[in-house]
């Protein structure tokens, strides 16, 4: 089934004039006209501070530039720095204190104005701003201050030695951000910032021409981008909405886009796509999990938003037994089969990768063990005197909701995680929620990631870089999402262990490669053995490209747009 006419009406009405067709004008900017990408998850706004969704972070990379990032292999590039400041370099100070970033020169913003070390300064200061409601604020962490001795250099000092001082401004969640644009926007004002958030003015190739939060956005080629001859499209339209069988269709089979993302399909259903020979499918791994998040906390009533940072805690999922026999039941190996083939690999772990990082104390959880479960369920007190199948304990049934983003897999995992459950004596309701409205940033809706309105929820999240430092401090008891600081924060289960945050405070101030992963390591196996949540398939990213698209790097460390300004149409 095709896209429908009228979606595909509405994305086109974002479109204007375009340069001429690939074939028709010599290469250069803007010589090979529209490029045409297609997010199923819609972008809801192009501000990644005020994001931790994904859909929006890769929108948004498509203007707004970081000082370094991630290439396919995971190494770290300079981009708008000159280089990478390393101790041997001198950009890295003896105490691991500062970190010194020096810009290229020449740099100008899409406005013709120059980018500045104040800009990356206030950068900073935007994030770091009581109530902004800041996403990245972890990526900051023990940022002190930032000098500007002169207009390209910025010195970011510590309160503590860093010793991977790469947190802030290193891949797309950390871009630099215009100060002229952003001043009247810290703090509390940050959200109302409607102009600034779905418009920002950046230094990457491409600058926002028509932005329709949750449906489609229009981008031109910037006219002041360092590269010369770059972009070689001269705009690009993103479609955002649907799913990812229509994405997948649009560019494998109808030829209607350019490039999918994120076609979390069946193995199955990819390569019927892929035989029509429209396109490629594309793949890449790094630290991509699908998991299930154990929601410890009496969730909220719907309609309500008064769940509180010292929430009512579930008088079940507190019962590390019942999170135990939840993930004892599940059948991970045949779930990464039908859900996603070579595109997926078991894990135990929530940091599978790199291999140093990865740990081998939780190697048991790829087998299922359903009548383990069982047992340890009654050990714990849970059983099922009245014999309806559910079992209880001091009156309370163990009765879950489920909810997950509305897609294809992860449909086929509620449905077989249920009947798992099921013979455990554990009853579930399953819900799914569209996936524009669960990832999204809407404070008002009460279905959103952060929410968490149900006990169990599925959905997949990854460290943007090799050190997984920051991804871990998503787990933290301060980075608990709750109505007072404005539901932003990743530790969605609501989980908080003291002994966790000490010993990444510990990690935080660990130097040396093998001591970081030992640390890293210990992290993982906290969150995993007290079931915080399931790690359930290692996922390789997986997108698709039309056949006379060229130049994609798959990139799964960094924003599959990340060398956008390459890409070119493909020539007789």
Same mark, same amino acid.
């Given at each position: 089934?095709?896209?429908?006419?009228?979606?595909?009406?509405?994305?086109?009405?974002?479109?204007?004039?375009?340069?001429?067709?690939?074939?028709?004008?010599?290469?250069?900017?803007?010589?090979?006209?529209? #490029?045409?990408?297609?997010?199923?998850?819609?972008?809801?706004?192009?501000?990644?501070?005020?994001?931790?969704?994904?859909?929006?972070?890769?929108?948004?990379?498509?203007?707004?530039?970081?000082?370094?990032?991630?290439?396919?292999?995971?190494?770290?590039?300079?981009?708008?720095?000159?280089?990478?400041?390393?101790?041997?370099?001198?950009?890295?100070?003896?105490?691991?204190?500062?970190?010194?970033?020096?810009?290229?020169?020449?740099?100008?913003?899409?406005?013709?104005?120059?980018?500045?070390?104040?800009?990356?300064? *206030?950068?900073?200061?935007? %994030?770091?701003?009581?109530?902004? !409601?800041?996403?990245?604020?972890?990526? *900051?962490?023990?940022?002190?201050?930032?000098?500007?001795?002169?207009?390209?250099?910025?010195?970011?000092?510590?309160?503590?030695?860093?010793?991977?001082?790469?947190?802030?401004?290193?891949?797309?969640?950390?871009?630099?951000?215009?100060?002229a644009q952003f001043a009247d926007c810290l703090g509390a004002r940050a959200a109302a910032c409607t102009e600034a958030n779905f418009a920002p003015i950046g230094t990457g190739p491409f600058r926002v021409v028509n932005f329709r939060p949750g449906d489609a956005a229009r981008f031109d080629a910037n006219p002041a981008y360092r590269a010369p001859d770059a972009p070689a499209f001269?705009?690009?339209?993103?479609?955002?909405?649907?799913?990812?069988?229509?994405?997948?269709?649009?560019?494998?089979?109808?030829?209607?886009?350019?490039?999918?993302?994120?076609?979390?399909?069946?193995?199955?259903?990819?390569?019927?796509?892929?035989?029509?020979?429209? !396109?490629?499918?594309?793949?890449?791994?790094?630290?991509?999990?699908?998991?299930?998040?154990?929601?410890?906390?009496?969730?909220?009533?719907?309609g309500s938003s008064t769940r509180g940072p010292n929430p009512i805690p579930h008088p079940a999922m507190a019962d590390i037994a019942v999170r135990r026999a939840l993930s004892m039941a599940l059948d991970r190996t045949l779930m990464t089969q039908i859900g996603y083939g070579t595109a997926g690999r078991v894990t135990c772990n929530i940091v599978p990768g790199p291999s140093a990082?990865?740990?081998?104390?939780?190697?048991?959880?790829?087998?299922?063990?359903?009548?383990?479960?069982?047992?340890? #369920?009654?050990?714990?007190?849970?059983?099922?005197?009245?014999?309806?199948?559910?079992?209880?304990?001091?009156?309370?049934?163990?009765?879950?909701? *489920?909810?997950?983003?509305?897609?294809?897999?992860?449909?086929? *995992?509620?449905v077989l995680a249920k009947e798992w459950w099921r013979q455990i004596g554990i009853e579930t309701d399953l819900r799914n929620i569209d996936p524009s409205v669960f990832f999204s940033t809407d404070t008002g809706n009460q279905d959103t990631l952060q929410k968490f309105g149900a006990h169990v929820q599925m959905y997949a999240s990854a460290s943007d870089g090799t050190d997984p430092?920051?991804?871990?401090?998503?787990?933290? %008891?301060?980075?608990?999402?709750?109505?007072?600081?404005?539901?932003?924060?990743?530790?969605?289960?609501?989980? %908080?262990?003291?002994?966790?945050?000490?010993?990444?405070?510990?990690?935080?101030?660990?130097?040396?490669?093998?001591?970081?992963?030992?640390?890293?390591?210990?992290?993982?196996?906290?969150?995993?053995?007290?079931?915080?949540?399931?790690?359930?398939?290692?996922?390789?990213?997986?997108?698709?490209?039309?056949?006379?698209?060229?130049?994609?790097?798959?990139?799964?460390?960094?924003?599959? #747009?990340?060398?956008?300004?390459?890409?070119?149409?493909?020539?007789?």
């Open positions: 089934m095709a896209m429908p006419a009228r979606m595909i009406a509405a994305a086109l009405s974002l479109c204007l004039p375009l340069p001429a067709l690939a074939g028709d004008a010599p290469a250069g900017r803007g010589a090979d006209g529209l #490029l045409r990408l297609y997010y199923w998850q819609a972008p809801s706004t192009l501000n990644p501070y005020l994001s931790g969704g994904v859909k929006d972070v890769e929108a948004a990379s498509l203007v707004l530039e970081p000082l370094a990032r991630l290439d396919p292999d995971g190494e770290m590039i300079p981009w708008l720095a000159r280089e990478i400041p390393t101790r041997e370099n001198g950009g890295i100070a003896p105490d691991l204190r500062s970190i010194t970033w020096q810009l290229r020169s020449g740099l100008t913003w899409s406005d013709g104005t120059p980018v500045t070390s104040d800009d990356v300064k *206030f950068t900073m200061e935007y %994030c770091m701003t009581p109530g902004s !409601g800041c996403a990245q604020q972890a990526k *900051f962490r023990d940022v002190a201050a930032v000098d500007t001795p002169d207009a390209l250099t910025a010195v970011l000092q510590f309160a503590v030695p860093r010793p991977h001082p790469y947190g802030p401004f290193v891949g797309p969640q950390t871009p630099v951000i215009q100060a001269g705009a690009v339209l993103l479609k955002g909405g649907g799913s990812a069988i229509a994405a997948g269709r649009a560019v494998l089979e109808t030829g209607e886009f350019d490039y999918a993302w994120n076609l979390q399909l069946s193995p199955d259903v990819l390569s019927a796509m892929a035989a029509k020979d429209n !396109g490629q499918v594309v793949t890449a791994f790094s630290t991509l999990v699908e998991r299930m998040a154990l929601n410890l906390p009496e969730p909220a009533p719907r990082y990865a740990s081998r104390a939780n190697d048991g959880c790829a087998v299922q063990d359903i009548p383990g479960a069982r047992a340890l #369920l009654s050990d714990a007190g849970w059983t099922d005197d009245d014999g309806d199948g559910i079992r209880a304990r001091d009156g309370r049934e163990l009765r879950f909701t *489920f909810q997950t983003s509305t897609n294809a897999v992860r449909q086929d *995992f509620q430092e920051a991804y871990l401090s998503g787990w933290a %008891c301060d980075d608990i999402p709750h109505a007072r600081n404005g539901w932003q924060g990743r530790n969605v289960g609501g989980w %908080c262990d003291p002994a966790y945050d000490t010993l990444l405070d510990r990690l935080s101030v660990t130097a040396g490669p093998d001591d970081r992963a030992a640390l890293a390591r210990r992290l993982n196996d906290m969150l995993v053995q007290s079931y915080a949540v399931l790690p359930l398939v290692d996922r390789g990213r997986v997108s698709a490209h039309s056949n006379t698209l060229e130049g994609v790097r798959m990139n799964a460390w960094d924003s599959e #747009l990340w060398n956008i300004a390459d890409w070119h149409r493909s020539r007789p």
